[in-house]
């Protein structure tokens, strides 16, 4: 890829060989009329609107990718007229009581329609019955789609569902006048969108996707309403508040949008969230839980003051990595000032893992981010039920895929049939518990290069390896002759007669053979199939970006040491990039501000997390704390950016740095904290205020500030431990929740209405005597708790599902430290 | 041929030019002098004039030909263009209610004082939970009736405003034309700024129709 010039309307532009033209235009500011494109999905091609002229032919310039020297000009007398008409077909039996339609104000199909100057309709077709449906947390209005399929586009190459589809509209067909009368383009691509409309892969009535909502976001018209929002408000009245999802560590942009609450109570509300979707992508917990607010009517004097004595009382501060780096740096500030113990089981976990795995890679944090695995086109995950820890990975995993052509490998012990859904080119390998190090020794197997390598792992990943000699059936191709009679002229006497002629054909025949082939070991150690290797090679044709996603499962893992030292040897050594996904919110900015401890002391004031005093901002502690929406701060995500988020709506009580203040630190607002985050840890002395949070047009990100990627002295000493043939074998269950649920926080939000429970897959449940809905008893080593059983048909599989996200199911007291546990399980 | 004549009426603002319809009032020189102000004091007063002006008033009193509106008994019949007091219309055919919740009104309001609450009804259609106006603040300026897609929100004639407080809210109810009126059909139908005009059939572009 090299940058080349092209002239759009007499404009020099630089852009990427290869980049289309609308894209290249969108970047230098220039406006081409496009519906169905959507930025980082494929084109589509079905509204036409950004016809444009490339070195005098007609094009599309979603699809039309830049040459050097090309000439563009967007607009020309054929290419307004064909606009005009494409408007006008979008106007046929379009309803036009845009009062009563939620997409009024923010409607392209209205943009368009005043941009084009459509003041009169020269097309007509019969229409056909178009009732709306309601297809769960979606509504889908079939009246007023207009076919441009962004939501089967988004769904597909970004999120990777493929829950919607075009379906047939059973219309009449268009008047045979129209073929010659209309525009070329406008009647081709009304003749298309005559014949469909959207409805669900499934064929079912309700969607039963991951349910993230995108499809609604991107909806040009009022078509795909989210339920909840249905009449609620009108685009032009809500203020738009930018920020940051508060739910993983994925750190989407979004944008809360609020209005006051009803005429009776000017209090500000949320009534929806809103995305830059050319740009970013939300899973449904951002999109549909924020509001997890905690409401508070006036600040409680009396629990403030219980709560200084507490502090004052006690040797520890225990809490969850639910806050935000302003609020772990006065964490910090208190600690290095009191001495408080800072306990957070999590965040400790993930620092000590970035600690060992800084101890070969040099650097303080691993090397990649998501944004820039949406661009490899070869991607592995490992450690990490990817679609639940963080959705963001897994729309990187499905983009690469679908957009770049890649591949990808799934490595995980839970048998996921999302995952499976992503595609063909998806790999999956489903290893024991406590195999992840067999994991990543195959992946320096696989693709490290041998010659760089430490020469020790090199000689320890031969020893797996084994020539072995098998019988392959094999067809090749014979050549055989035979005879045959032909019927012939005979020239002399001109009478048919027959003769015999040799012919030599080419027949298969199935041969058997002996071949000694390589035989490795690990890939049956981690109940790899036989096609493994044959279908990986396959999919790594013509791959020239790998990018490697690390998950939470190995920072728990009892060799967790030796797994941070594996990957970064992978990073080293293979042309793989690594991201790795920080737990919860924010552990990566809490392991990196907070100095922690493993140990709990005598007394313990808990934020966010039960204590001896406990501060919650889920509403049910001593005293009361602002969420996430509630809050200005910054907070690290995953790509290894300070995001700054601003309060949605507003709070009456106390916050922590009211407490800090009362025990001696100094800060008007939180945010005075920001500049003073340490720099040694790659955070910068910038203000608060003077953080941005948008796009560009051509999709560059400008929120908050890039960490400075510290480099970190090493010993030198690169050696790594073998594995053990430890495997966790019988029940088996594992930590995980469902999609669209992170925290209490998640489960607090009225539209996420997730079941908590234990959750078996429907497989499971059919070999097995429980039934939905039965109470059941979770007994490990460790704990046990009672809950019932819920069918959960995103997972397979034998393994049985904890979630943590309901406060009134303890799953953490089940496990020692890592994800998985065997467990027995009776009924109650 | 009559919005020429006025036209050229108006826009000829040249007195001069214009002879027999204008001419100008004789005024005298005013007095500068004490004894000619004290003169012009008598002239005025003692000139009789004031018995002419009583007698008028006697002569109208004998005949009873009064002009004095007995108000609040009795009041003067306001235009159909008059915008006063808002009133929310009922549909003639069905005497269902013509606002849809669009939130136009509410949107160009220039004094901020339309408020509306919506959500979806049973009937999977639009519904107006509660509707507001701050009448202590509306400044009648029309423009929510002229907005109004649905000829919904007009003005009445209803001017009476005085309140015992500045904020006066009125709500939907107040406003909806009550149904025995509807019934009896004597709904008025607002002529001002956002009504239809008797010409509207002839600006209207028709849309095709494949029926």
Same mark, same amino acid.
């Given at each position: 890829?090299?940058?080349?010039?092209?002239?759009?309307?007499?404009?020099?532009?630089?852009?990427?060989?290869?980049?289309?033209?609308?894209?290249?235009?969108?970047?230098?500011?220039?406006?081409?009329?496009?519906?169905?494109?959507?930025?980082?999905?494929?084109?589509?091609?079905?509204?036409?609107?950004?016809?444009?002229?490339?070195?005098?032919?007609?094009?599309?310039?979603?699809?039309?990718?830049?040459?050097?020297?090309?000439?563009?000009?967007?607009?020309?007398?054929?290419?307004?007229?064909?606009?005009?008409?494409?408007?006008?077909?979008?106007?046929?039996?379009?309803?036009?009581?845009?009062?009563?339609?939620?997409?009024?104000?923010?409607?392209?199909?209205?943009?368009?329609?005043? $941009?084009?100057?459509?003041?009169?309709?020269?097309?007509?077709?019969?229409?056909?019955?178009?009732?709306?449906?309601?297809?769960?947390?979606?509504?889908?209005?079939?009246?007023?789609?207009?076919?441009?399929?962004?939501?089967?586009?988004?769904?597909?190459?970004?999120?990777?569902?493929?829950?919607?589809?075009?379906?047939?509209?059973?219309?009449?067909?268009?008047?045979?006048?129209?073929?010659?009368?209309?525009?070329?383009?406008? &009647?081709?691509?009304?003749?298309?969108?005559?014949?469909?409309?959207?409805?669900?892969?499934?064929?079912?009535?309700?969607?039963?996707?991951?349910?993230?909502?995108?499809?609604?976001?991107?909806?040009?018209?009022?078509?795909?309403?989210?339920?909840?929002?249905?009449?609620?408000?009108?685009?032009?009245?809500?203020?738009?508040?930018?920020?940051?999802?508060?739910?993983?560590?994925?750190?989407?942009?979004?944008? @809360?949008?609020?209005?006051?609450?009803?005429?009776?109570?000017?209090?500000?509300?949320?009534?929806?969230?809103?995305?830059?979707?050319?740009?970013?992508?939300?899973?449904?917990?951002?999109?549909?839980?924020?509001?997890?607010?905690?409401?508070?009517?006036?600040?409680?004097?009396?629990?403030?003051?219980?709560?200084?004595?507490?502090?004052?009382?006690?040797?520890?501060?225990?809490?969850?990595?639910?806050?935000?780096?302003?609020?772990?740096?006065?964490?910090?500030?208190?600690?290095?000032?009191?001495?408080?113990?800072? #306990?957070?089981?999590?965040?400790?976990?993930?620092?000590?893992?970035?600690?060992?795995?800084?101890?070969?890679?040099?650097?303080?944090?691993?090397?990649?981010?998501?944004?820039?695995?949406?661009?490899?086109?070869?991607?592995?995950?490992?450690?990490?039920?990817?679609?639940?820890? =963080?959705?963001?990975?897994?729309?990187?995993?499905?983009?690469?895929?679908?957009?770049?052509?890649?591949?990808?490998?799934?490595?995980?012990?839970?048998?996921?049939?999302?995952?499976?859904?992503?595609?063909?080119?998806?790999?999956?390998?489903?290893?024991?518990?406590?195999?992840?190090?067999?994991?990543?020794?195959?992946?320096?197997?696989?693709?490290?290069?041998?010659?760089?390598?430490?020469?020790?792992?090199?000689?320890?990943?031969?020893?797996?390896?084994?020539?072995?000699?098998?019988?392959?059936?094999?067809?090749?191709?014979?050549?055989?002759?035979?005879?045959?009679?032909?019927?012939?002229?005979?020239?002399?006497?001109?009478?048919?007669?027959?003769?015999?002629?040799?012919?030599?054909?080419?027949?298969?025949?199935?041969?058997?053979? $002996?071949?000694?082939?390589?035989? =490795?070991?690990?890939?049956?150690?981690?109940?790899?199939?036989?096609?493994?290797?044959?279908?990986?090679?396959?999919?790594?044709?013509?791959?020239?970006?790998?990018?490697?996603?690390?998950?939470?499962?190995? &920072?728990?893992?009892?060799?967790?040491?030796?797994?941070?030292?594996?990957?970064?040897?992978?990073?080293?050594?293979?042309?793989?990039?690594?991201?790795?996904?920080?737990?919860?919110?924010?552990?990566?900015?809490?392991?990196?501000?907070?100095?922690? =401890?493993?140990?709990?002391?005598?007394?313990?004031?808990? @934020?966010?997390?039960?204590?001896?005093?406990?501060?919650?901002?889920?509403?049910?502690?001593?005293?009361?704390?602002?969420?996430?929406?509630?809050?200005?701060?910054?907070?690290?995500?995953?790509?290894?950016?300070?995001?700054?988020?601003?309060?949605?709506?507003?709070?009456?009580?106390?916050?922590?740095?009211?407490?800090?203040? $009362?025990?001696?630190?100094?800060?008007?607002?939180?945010?005075?904290?920001?500049?003073?985050?340490?720099?040694?840890?790659?955070?910068?002395?910038?203000?608060?205020?003077?953080?941005? =949070?948008?796009?560009?047009?051509?999709?560059?990100?400008?929120?908050?500030?890039?960490?400075?990627? #510290?480099?970190?002295?090493?010993?030198?000493?690169?050696?790594?431990?073998?594995?053990?043939?430890?495997?966790?074998?019988?029940?088996?269950?594992?930590?995980?929740?469902?999609?669209?649920?992170?925290?209490?926080?998640?489960?607090?939000?009225?539209?996420?209405?997730?079941?908590?429970?234990?959750?078996?897959?429907?497989?499971?449940?059919?070999?097995?005597?429980?039934?939905?809905?039965?109470?059941?008893?979770?007994?490990?080593?460790?704990?046990?708790?009672?809950?019932?059983?819920?069918?959960?048909?995103?997972?397979?599989?034998?393994?049985?599902?904890?979630?943590?996200?309901?406060?009134?199911?303890?799953?953490?007291?089940?496990?020692?430290?890592?994800?998985?546990?065997?467990?027995?399980?009776?009924?109650? | 041929?009559?919005?020429?004549?006025?036209?050229?009426?108006?826009?000829?603002?040249?007195?001069?030019?214009?002879?027999?319809?204008?001419?100008?009032?004789?005024?005298?020189?005013?007095?500068?002098?004490?004894?000619?102000?004290?003169?012009?004091?008598?002239?005025?007063?003692?000139?009789?004039?004031?018995?002419?002006?009583?007698?008028?008033?006697?002569?109208?009193?004998?005949?009873?030909?009064?002009?004095?509106?007995?108000?609040?008994?009795?009041?003067?019949?306001?235009?159909?263009?008059?915008?006063?007091?808002?009133?929310?219309?009922?549909?003639?055919?069905?005497?269902?209610?013509?606002?849809?919740?669009?939130?136009?009104?509410?949107?160009?309001?220039?004094?901020?004082?339309?408020?509306?609450?919506?959500?979806?009804?049973?009937?999977?259609?639009?519904?107006? /939970?509660?509707?507001?106006?701050?009448?202590?603040?509306?400044?009648?300026?029309?423009?929510?009736?002229?907005?109004?897609?649905?000829?919904?929100?007009?003005?009445?004639?209803?001017?009476?405003?005085?309140?015992?407080?500045?904020?006066?809210?009125?709500?939907?109810?107040?406003?909806? /034309?009550?149904?025995?009126?509807?019934?009896?059909?004597?709904?008025?139908?607002?002529?001002?700024?956002?009504?239809?005009?008797?010409?509207?059939?002839?600006?209207?572009?028709?849309?095709?129709?494949?029926?």
């Amino acid at each position: 890829m090299s940058k080349i010039t092209i002239n759009i309307d007499g404009k020099e532009i630089e852009t990427q060989e290869g980049e289309y033209i609308l894209n290249a235009a969108r970047a230098n500011n220039i406006f081409i009329p496009a519906i169905c494109y959507l930025s980082r999905c494929s084109p589509t091609l079905a509204c036409r609107l950004c016809l444009v002229e490339a070195d005098g032919k007609q094009v599309y310039a979603c699809n039309a990718k830049s040459k050097e020297g090309m000439s563009v000009s967007t607009s020309s007398e054929n290419i307004i007229k064909e606009r005009r008409a494409i408007m006008e077909v979008y106007d046929v039996n379009h309803p036009l009581q845009c009062g009563v339609c939620d997409q009024s104000g923010e409607c392209e199909l209205q943009n368009y329609t005043l $941009e084009m100057g459509v003041d009169a309709q020269h097309y007509a077709v019969k229409d056909v019955n178009r009732k709306d449906i309601d297809w769960g947390h979606i509504h889908y209005n079939p009246g007023l789609c207009i076919v441009c399929e962004r939501c089967v586009t988004a769904c597909k190459d970004m999120i990777g569902d493929n829950a919607l589809k075009t379906v047939a509209r059973g219309a009449d067909a268009l008047e045979a006048e129209y073929k010659e009368s209309m525009p070329k383009d406008a &009647y081709a691509m009304w003749n298309k969108l005559n014949k469909s409309l959207i409805g669900l892969t499934s064929g079912e009535e309700m969607l039963d996707c991951t349910s993230c909502g995108e499809c609604a976001a991107v909806c040009p018209v009022g078509a795909l309403v989210d339920t909840h929002f249905i009449y609620s408000a009108n685009a032009w009245e809500l203020k738009q508040i930018p920020a940051t999802c508060g739910h993983c560590s994925a750190g989407c942009q979004i944008s @809360y949008d609020v209005k006051h609450t009803s005429i009776d109570n000017t209090d500000e509300k949320i009534y929806r969230v809103m995305n830059e979707w050319n740009y970013v992508s939300l899973c449904g917990a951002g999109r549909y839980g924020f509001d997890y607010q905690n409401e508070v009517k006036s600040k409680d004097t009396a629990a403030f003051a219980k709560a200084l004595e507490a502090f004052k009382k006690a040797d520890t501060i225990k809490f969850t990595s639910t806050i935000t780096n302003e609020e772990a740096f006065v964490l910090q500030s208190l600690k290095e000032k009191f001495g408080y113990k800072l #306990v957070n089981s999590e965040a400790k976990a993930f620092q000590t893992f970035l600690n060992d795995y800084s101890q070969i890679s040099g650097t303080k944090l691993y090397g990649y981010d998501l944004e820039a695995t949406h661009n490899a086109n070869f991607v592995i995950s490992v450690g990490t039920a990817i679609k639940s820890d =963080n959705p963001n990975a897994r729309y990187a995993l499905n983009n690469s895929m679908t957009v770049n052509k890649g591949a990808g490998l799934y490595f995980h012990p839970v048998k996921d049939p999302v995952i499976e859904g992503l595609g063909k080119s998806i790999m999956t390998m489903y290893h024991a518990p406590l195999q992840e190090e067999a994991v990543l020794y195959l992946i320096l197997d696989l693709f490290a290069d041998k010659e760089r390598l430490p020469s020790d792992v090199v000689s320890y990943l031969a020893s797996f390896h084994s020539q072995k000699t098998v019988t392959v059936e094999e067809i090749i191709k014979e050549e055989i002759t035979e005879i045959v009679k032909v019927m012939k002229k005979n020239e002399e006497s001109g009478e048919e007669e027959e003769v015999e002629e040799e012919k030599k054909k080419m027949v298969p025949k199935k041969i058997t053979k $002996e071949v000694i082939v390589d035989d =490795n070991r690990l890939l049956a150690i981690l109940g790899a199939d036989e096609k493994f290797m044959e279908e990986l090679e396959k999919n790594l044709a013509k791959k020239d970006s790998f990018a490697l996603i690390a998950g939470p499962d190995l &920072y728990t893992h009892p060799n967790s040491k030796n797994l941070a030292r594996l990957l970064a040897l992978i990073e080293k050594y293979s042309a793989f990039e690594l991201t790795m996904i920080p737990t919860l919110t924010n552990s990566l900015g809490v392991a990196l501000i907070c100095e922690l =401890n493993d140990e709990a002391g005598s007394y313990t004031v808990g @934020y966010n997390t039960k204590g001896d005093f406990t501060l919650s901002a889920l509403g049910d502690g001593d005293l009361d704390m602002p969420a996430i929406n509630q809050q200005e701060g910054t907070l690290t995500s995953i790509n290894k950016r300070v995001n700054p988020t601003n309060a949605a709506i507003g709070y009456k009580g106390y916050e922590l740095n009211d407490i800090a203040n $009362e025990l001696g630190l100094k800060a008007d607002l939180v945010i005075d904290y920001t500049q003073m985050l340490p720099t040694s840890k790659g955070f910068k002395t910038k203000e608060f205020d003077s953080l941005p =949070n948008r796009y560009d047009n051509d999709g560059t990100e400008h929120r908050g500030y890039l960490l400075d990627n #510290v480099a970190v002295k090493t010993s030198g000493d690169k050696s790594v431990l073998k594995f053990g043939d430890e495997k966790l074998v019988g029940t088996l269950i594992y930590m995980a929740n469902p999609v669209r649920q992170f925290t209490p926080f998640t489960n607090k939000a009225t539209n996420l209405d997730e079941v908590s429970g234990v959750y078996m897959s429907e497989e499971f449940l059919s070999k097995s005597d429980f039934n939905e809905g039965d109470t059941v008893r979770v007994k490990s080593l460790s704990g046990e708790l009672v809950a019932n059983i819920v069918s959960d048909n995103k997972i397979s599989g034998d393994i049985v599902l904890l979630p943590t996200f309901d406060s009134k199911i303890n799953s953490e007291a089940l496990f020692s430290s890592y994800r998985f546990a065997t467990a027995s399980i009776e009924k109650v | 041929m009559h919005n020429e004549h006025i036209q050229e009426h108006f826009n000829n603002r040249n007195v001069t030019e214009l002879d027999s319809n204008y001419y100008m009032v004789d005024i005298a020189a005013y007095p500068t002098d004490g004894w000619g102000k004290f003169k012009r004091v008598v002239k005025r007063s003692f000139r009789g004039e004031l018995f002419v002006g009583l007698w008028v008033v006697l002569r109208e009193m004998i005949k009873f030909d009064v002009h004095t509106i007995q108000y609040p008994a009795e009041k003067m019949p306001i235009g159909p263009r008059y915008r006063a007091v808002h009133e929310m219309k009922r549909l003639w055919e069905s005497d269902t209610e013509r606002c849809i919740g669009c939130g136009l009104c509410e949107k160009i309001c220039i004094s901020n004082c339309i408020r509306i609450d919506t959500k979806l009804d049973e009937n999977s259609r639009k519904e107006v /939970t509660e509707y507001s106006i701050n009448l202590g603040r509306c400044i009648f300026c029309g423009y929510c009736a002229e907005v109004c897609p649905e000829l919904a929100i007009t003005h009445g004639g209803e001017y009476e405003n005085a309140s015992d407080q500045r904020e006066h809210f009125i709500m939907y109810q107040d406003m909806l /034309t009550p149904l025995d009126k509807m019934k009896a059909g004597t709904q008025l139908e607002f002529e001002g700024f956002g009504a239809i005009t008797p010409h509207e059939d002839e600006r209207v572009k028709k849309t095709p129709l494949a029926y």
